[in-house]
């Protein structure tokens, strides 16, 4: 008997496989899938440890289009930021929806890295203004570099601002990434600073209290909120979720666990039909997006599974074609 050997690809030989402007197609793609039915995509389950900040977590789910079967199983370790590793490790794992046999074992930093900021692209794509151009980032870790790689294959970048508090790391984030893309990248010496007059906003950050206010946003902005994924986490204010359309890339993770969402409706502020549909609904034409130029969007993005999915199955079969990445023979077998 023939076995197919599984496939486990590193976080350098992810990021050479994977480009930004692919994996936004790959991602639009699986989104769309779900919402017309063709995937699974139940909620996570995590296990808090003991320090009361790391978590543990599972992230099953399917796909009919492509045909993949997986999981995602990523260490949050929130202390790790400012050390040489990211906060999220963990592994992608792809199964064959045939058998069961593992088919991929992949970096889940890598791909959590790309598909997260890609997703946020996908949005501006279709939420955005079409000469939407001024972009805020609020944050300057691993997602506001992948972000910002997002905004430019999104749109047409004119001006990006930065702001952390780390007066070093903005600093350092302006720099290097001003010579990576050859735009000039501003360090903002405050949040507000970096946001007012934007017309995308982009939030990366670890924060369990709003680091945006809704009464810096400009009429018609565009808003990806990409960094609180806890119900009891937010990156922004009621103010900022109240005076915009509100998107999700699905509603059954928002309702249990978007912090953004959850608490101004826990406040009273409005109820649970302010979020209008998933971001695969309106790339189906089943969900209104944006309909006027003034108004403001926001998607809410907790990432999920299918997303994941969908670019480890692109990957793997890149992988096998270009003879890239370790093989290991896995899977049980009868003798």
């Not at 990021?15 to 790959?26: H, W």
């Not at 680091?211 to 009621?238: I, M, P, Q, Y």
Request: glycine share 10%; aromatic share 2%; hydrophobic share 45%.
């Amino acid at each position: 008997m023939t076995r197919v050997s599984t496939v486990v690809l590193t976080q350098p030989e992810i990021r050479a496989l994977l480009s930004m402007a692919t994996c936004m197609d790959l991602v639009a793609d699986a989104l769309r899938a779900l919402a017309r039915g063709a995937g699974q995509n139940p909620l996570r389950r995590g296990m808090r440890l003991e320090d009361g900040e790391s978590l543990l977590g599972m992230m099953p789910g399917s796909l009919g289009e492509p045909s993949a079967l997986g999981l995602k199983v990523v260490a949050v370790f929130p202390r790790n930021h400012g050390t040489p590793f990211d906060s999220h490790q963990g592994v992608v794992v792809l199964f064959d929806p045939r058998n069961g046999v593992p088919r991929a074992i992949l970096d889940a930093s890598e791909v959590t890295a790309i598909r997260t900021a890609a997703a946020s692209g996908v949005a501006a794509r279709a939420l955005a203004n079409e000469d939407a151009g001024d972009l805020a980032l609020l944050g300057s870790g691993v997602q506001a570099r992948t972000h910002l790689e997002a905004m430019l294959v999104a749109r047409r970048i004119r001006r990006v601002r930065v702001f952390s508090p780390d007066h070093a790391h903005r600093e350092a984030f302006a720099r290097r990434e001003s010579e990576r893309h050859g735009i000039a990248v501003e360090a903002a010496d405050s949040a507000r600073a970096a946001v007012e007059g934007a017309d995308l906003v982009c939030t990366t950050t670890s924060a369990r209290e709003p680091v945006l206010a809704g009464r810096w946003l400009a009429r018609g902005c565009h808003v990806n909120a990409a960094g609180a994924c806890l119900k009891h986490a937010r990156e922004l204010d009621t103010e900022a979720v109240r005076r915009a359309r509100v998107f999700v890339d699905r509603r059954e993770s928002a309702m249990n666990e978007a912090g953004d969402i959850l608490i101004p409706i826990q406040e009273g502020a409005f109820g649970a039909e302010h979020v209008l549909g998933e971001l695969g609904e309106v790339l189906l034409g089943a969900c209104q997006g944006r309909c006027a130029r003034d108004e403001i969007t926001l998607f809410e993005s907790l990432g999920i599974a299918v997303e994941d999915l969908a670019v480890a199955h692109h990957l793997e079969g890149v992988a096998r074609e270009r003879g890239v990445g370790a093989r290991v023979e896995l899977g049980g077998v009868r003798a």
